[in-house]
């Protein structure tokens, strides 16, 4: 039988983690399936907002702090790991709440995306095309062929841009395997966040006032000493790459800042119009006091396959 799955989506800094938790603890058995693609990465938690323990409640967590940032997971390889997770939680009898804001990591866990090999040559110019005008013209090159693929990756990610191109030219086809009606791996439930523009802007302004609090750039100048701070992932990561210029002096902490909040915001963006266009999401108001409840009749209301 097909494991069945409730889903809670949304952008970051809407309040996911939380109603995650919130909903684990009222079903009899329940854990969470991350999938963001970076609290997967031990050393990182403060810039990712990755679950403290105290957060988590006691509900298991999956699908974080997995990797070393220098470990450069594929798409293709979380896709595995968190489905692995999932098949597990379902096989004790518990329900998967899988979590996300990274929509083509959703999409991959939970819809029949499928990655094809690589290929050295195509790959070998590509990497090179990167390190000639960078990743920013890499990422408009990759929106004019495929925009759905330019809406889920950052335009600072080269490594996933050049992925992304790379399958383009291997199979003739879009990155994202864009359906009309795509198909489930899972027997889901989606409940998405939805939340105002104003009140998400403040909220990310908010939460990243709290990782300066927290000592994120204690946690980046760590990164650094340990010889991690160039790799593609913490490079490539929001608030880790501007905190790596103001500790190298190109620019202040005050501006790393407010560089941070800004890019979250664009990111932020990027995500709710990923979700908005998913008619199989079933919305609900970010700060509804009656949000639990709302979540457990959208997952009672279904029926298993």
Request: aromatic fraction near 6%; charged fraction near 25%; glycine fraction near 8%.
């Amino acid at each position: 039988m097909t494991p069945r799955v409730l889903a809670v989506v949304g952008p970051t800094a809407s309040g996911k983690s939380a109603l995650a938790v919130a909903i684990a603890r009222r079903l009899p058995a329940a854990e969470v399936v991350g999938t963001d693609s970076m609290q997967v990465y031990r050393g990182m938690d403060i810039g990712t907002a990755t679950p403290s323990a105290q957060e988590q409640a006691g509900i298991a967590h999956h699908l974080i702090d997995v990797w070393e940032p220098d470990h450069a997971v594929t798409v293709a390889e979380f896709q595995a790991s968190a489905r692995s997770a999932i098949d597990g939680v379902a096989a004790r009898g518990a329900v998967p709440i899988v979590v996300g804001g990274s929509g083509l990591y959703v999409s991959a866990v939970l819809d029949d995306l499928r990655f094809p090999g690589t290929d050295a040559i195509v790959r070998q110019r590509l990497e090179a095309d990167l390190a000639d005008v960078g990743p920013e013209r890499m990422h408009e090159r990759l929106a004019a062929v495929d925009p759905d693929a330019a809406e889920a990756i950052l335009p600072t990610n080269g490594r996933r841009i050049v992925r992304a191109l790379e399958v383009i030219e291997l199979t003739g086809g879009p990155f994202v395997a864009r359906l009309p009606v795509p198909i489930d791996v899972y027997d889901t439930v989606r409940i998405g966040l939805d939340i105002p523009r104003d009140d998400l802007d403040e909220r990310i302004a908010q939460r990243v006032d709290r990782m300066w609090t927290d000592g994120f750039v204690e946690e980046v100048r760590r990164l650094e000493e340990s010889g991690l701070s160039s790799t593609p992932t913490a490079a490539r990561a929001l608030g880790y790459a501007q905190v790596l210029d103001a500790l190298a002096g190109r620019i202040t902490e005050d501006e790393a800042r407010q560089l941070t909040v800004d890019a979250t915001r664009r990111f932020a963006r990027r995500q709710q119009r990923w979700f908005r266009r998913d008619p199989r999401i079933a919305w609900i108001r970010y700060d509804s006091p009656e949000a639990v409840d709302e979540a457990l009749a959208a997952w009672g209301s279904e029926t298993s396959t």
